[in-house]
């Protein structure tokens, strides 16, 4: 399995590891990597090799391949049993029901009505600048991609006025 070094699909599973569904990305028959926390969805088309087999690869073992990765991690994941990475192996914790991904990803099916650009970084920003809890929650209220977006905290303890901000769209035309 081989992906770009930038690509830390890993921070898309659930940190707390209570569902193998969620603890771990997964490799599909159609060579996607894909992780879930339940909430989001990350998916890498074209990350399986000849000989890849498909079920969960380990975290841990992504970490490991992305830590010493000059512009692409590779793990082997020819086994089902194991996977390896720089002579290391890593359990494959198998689970009777994976992940169905598919069922999601068909129903985002069709043409988009809207396309935009917005820069991750600056919502990260200014949802900590206006007091996003630790789990990093906003509200994004677009009412065209040519207006500029509102963001404000889900829920918020008023009583010391409210914090929200504003981040000016990139039209994609």
């Known amino acids: 399995m081989k992906i770009k070094k ?13 569902r193998l569904q969620t603890k771990n990305p997964h490799l599909d028959d159609k ?7 339940g909430r989001m969805l990350a998916i890498i088309e074209g990350a399986a090799e000849d000989g890849d087999r498909d079920g969960p690869v380990p975290k841990v073992a992504i970490k490991e391949a992305l ?3 000059h ?11 194991i996977v390896g990475v720089n002579g290391c192996t890593y359990p494959r914790d198998r689970t009777k029901n ?10 985002i099916q069709g043409k988009p009505e809207v396309t935009f650009k917005i ?21 994004v209220e677009v009412r065209s991609p040519i207006n500029p977006f509102v963001v ?22």
């Not at 512009?71 to 049993?81: E, L, T």
């Not at 010391?160 to 000016?168: E, N």
């Open 6 to 18: 930038n690509q830390k699909i890993h921070l898309a599973c659930d940190g707390k590891d209570n």
């Open 31 to 37: 060579g996607r990597l894909m992780a879930t926390d």
């Open 67 to 69: 830590r010493t990765a």
């Open 71 to 81: 512009s692409h991690a590779f793990v082997n994941v020819s086994d089902d049993d």
């Open 98 to 107: 994976p992940p169905r991904y598919d069922d999601v990803i068909n129903g």
């Open 119 to 139: 820069s991750a970084k600056a919502l990260y920003n200014l949802a900590q600048a206006i007091g996003a809890n630790k789990e990093g929650w906003v509200q």
């Open 152 to 173: 404000t905290l889900p829920v918020q303890d008023e009583t010391d006025g409210k914090a929200w901000g504003i981040i000016m769209p990139i039209s994609q035309g």
